[in-house]
């Protein structure tokens, strides 16, 4: 009784500091509902993971016995949790994760449960969510690998009748616990207000995933007894007051008057303590949050590009080859890419039968499989994650950009996520308009997320071998579909030379042999070898002879090779294959009009702004190629 009063008065100072304008942004208290964090956290042993939600301060001070750095925390003070940067939905303490996005959190614990499971371990993974999350998706999703997989997953839903302030009647139909049993789960069941039986059966279902290393579900059915957040409360006034009689404490409260008053007073006299010396405690400095390392020079010592007589595809099959044998944490998930299939582009053509146990095909569930990546990596794997198509990569931004992106920063650099995603993106093989995008614009500008376009200048191994060895945080690698069957440095442009940097990324350079350029071209990814066909026609037209300047990293950028072009020729065309607007183009253009004071010509060639066709005449028309790429220098040029 003394922890769950603790947890409530914490949660009312936390209220009385709000409404003095001592925290700031919002908070969500589970007065009401701290029994439920106490019942599970009490039967965890060193090695087992929480993971919570926006409503998670029970549960972590039940599960840390700490409160000083959680008010610290909310108080926006460097003593805090994540030093005042997650504040009251994103807390991170040792195995202890929370994060406000509903149902977010369900896959990256099952990846993390996954993690467990392969390191033989033996510990479990307990995740909290609301009624209301089971509403999103992703949780099914989840539920069906944790089955699927038999993770050590242990999934607690604290029911209590409300998302926000619109009723469970009106946003969930059927039987919560059949939903569960539909994927095979064992489920059970309890509530707040009976705490001898809530209190044996999280025992139980803690010991059932932790015996048998198998999910299952307990729904507890419990009330909050204050708002939803800092907001009014619009529930019924006599339901309010129904629970609040049968709520344990208030009964303790009456039935043990005095041991009440003199756990509050004990209690009390500590927060107060502490809230006094947090008042005038510093904030983070923003030199400790985040410093501006960006557009940093790479290496611009250039060596030539040799060619090789390996496809693309069997290069990155041999760089994975290679390296899950070298090192075991490697994990290859995707869909479809057990032999003898391979994956959709057979990238994982034999690596099933090599390392059965590391190649993970998965259920076409774009959105959790990225989570259970996120949730690998953050637990010391590397998993590397196809997406067969690009354009599914729709499916994985919340994964993307409100987890594996955020977690590094959001918690105070206590955790990096080197999750890397692989997807073929790209046209010209007729697949029409949701199997032909080249969707990269979305991807690039995501806050510490690495994304790097493949392209048939450079050996994908250098630049797999970089991403391995090199990146902490998320990396997306689009691999261009129609290069995959081409081998490298194959086309040839006469009396060109072709270089390339000594990067970690690798920029390729292609300049006239015997003459200066007057042109400067920059492209990447499916484009390169339609640009190179297009330096003839360029030349006998228009008497252009371009300086070529091929990406391996779209974000960031390093400029500094495009700048010392530009400068040279003062002339600027990004040539990409997705449409323009709000595109890398135009954020090339951009930047380097900034650097140069926008004394330049400069042009975006790119997709016409519509759905790719499926007709071979219109998506060649649609998607750039060498006669689009001729007239709009031409039109430039005028």
């Known amino acids: 009784m003394k922890e769950a009063l603790l ?165 969930l139909a059927g039987d919560i616990l059949k939903r569960v049993e539909a994927f095979g789960i064992t489920s059970y069941k309890s509530d707040t207000w009976n705490l001898d039986i809530l209190m044996k059966s999280a025992a139980s279902s803690i010991k059932y995933v932790r015996d048998n290393s198998l999910p299952a579900f307990h729904l507890v059915d419990t009330y909050r007894l204050y708002p939803h957040s800092k907001g009014d409360d619009h529930r019924d006034a006599a339901e309010l007051k129904r629970y609040k009689e049968i709520d344990p404490i208030n009964i303790f409260s009456k039935e043990h008057p005095q041991a009440y008053k003199e756990y509050s007073s004990q209690i009390d006299s500590q927060l107060d303590k502490v809230i006094k010396e947090l008042v005038s405690a510093p904030e983070l400095d923003m030199e400790d949050y985040y410093k501006d390392d960006c557009g940093s020079p790479e290496n611009t010592v250039y060596e030539e590009i040799e ?33 003898p299939y391979g994956g959709a582009f057979k990238v994982a053509k034999g690596l099933s039968e090599k390392y059965p146990d590391r190649v993970l095909p998965t259920p076409l569930s774009e959105a959790s499989i990225t989570g259970i990546a996120n949730g690998l990596a953050i637990a010391g794997f590397r998993p590397f994650l196809e997406i067969m198509f690009g354009d599914f990569m729709t499916l994985c931004m919340d994964q993307i950009i409100n987890h594996a992106s955020k977690f590094y920063h959001m918690y105070n650099k206590k955790v990096q996520c080197p999750v890397v995603i692989r997807t073929p993106m790209g046209g010209r093989r007729g697949y029409g308009p949701t199997h032909s995008q080249t969707l990269d614009k979305f991807l690039v500008g995501i806050d510490n997320v690495t994304v790097v376009a493949l392209n048939t200048l450079i050996d994908p191994r250098v630049i797999y071998k970089t991403v391995l060895e090199k990146e902490k945080d998320p990396v997306i690698v689009i691999e261009n579909k129609a290069d995959y069957a081409k081998r490298i440095a194959a086309k040839r442009i006469k009396n060109y030379r072709y270089e390339k940097s000594a990067a970690d990324y690798p920029v390729a350079r292609l300049r006239p042999a015997a003459s200066e350029p007057n042109a400067t071209i920059v492209t990447y990814g499916g484009m390169v070898d339609i640009v190179l066909d297009a330096v003839g026609p360029l030349f006998m037209e228009l008497e252009i002879k371009p300086e070529i300047i091929v990406l391996s990293k779209i974000c960031p950028i390093d400029y500094s090779q495009i700048l010392i072009s530009v400068l040279a020729t003062r002339r600027l065309y990004v040539v990409e294959e997705g449409s323009c607007f709000a595109a890398i183009g135009s954020e090339i253009i951009s930047s380097i009009a900034e650097m140069t004071g926008g004394d330049i010509t400069a042009r975006r060639i790119s997709a016409l702004p519509v759905p790719i066709p499926a007709v071979r005449s219109l998506e060649d028309m649609v998607l750039p190629g060498v006669d689009s790429i001729v007239e709009k220098i031409k039109e430039s040029l005028k």
């Not at 000083?68 to 925390?73: K, Q, T, V």
Request: proline letters at 1%; one cysteine or more; aromatic letters at 10%.
């Open 307 to 339: 060619q090789s007589d390996s496809r693309q595809v069997e290069l990155i099959n041999n760089f994975f080859d290679k390296a899950m044998k070298k090192d075991e944490t490697i994990i290859f998930m995707g869909e479809d890419i057990l032999e």
């Open 7 to 171: 947890i409530r008065r914490v949660e009312e100072k936390l209220f009385e500091l709000f409404s003095q304008g001592k925290t700031h942004g919002t908070i969500h208290t589970c007065i009401g509902q701290e029994f439920s964090a106490i019942a599970f956290t009490r039967h965890l042993v060193k090695g087992d993971f929480i993971f919570s939600n926006h409503r998670c301060h029970g549960h972590y001070i039940s599960y840390a016995k700490d409160y000083h750095r959680l008010i610290a925390e909310l108080m926006g003070k460097e003593s805090g949790l994540c030093a005042g940067v997650g504040s009251s939905q994103h807390l991170c303490d040792d195995n202890f994760f929370s994060n406000g996005i509903q149902g977010g959190m369900v896959p990256v614990a099952a990846g993390v449960a996954l993690a467990r499971k392969l390191a033989k371990s033996g510990n479990i993974v307990i995740v909290f969510i609301g009624d209301g999350t089971l509403g999103e998706g992703v949780v099914y999703e989840t539920m069906n690998m944790a089955s699927l997989w038999r993770l050590p997953l242990l999934i607690v839903c604290e029911n209590n009748y409300y998302s926000q302030y619109t009723k469970q009647s009106l946003n």
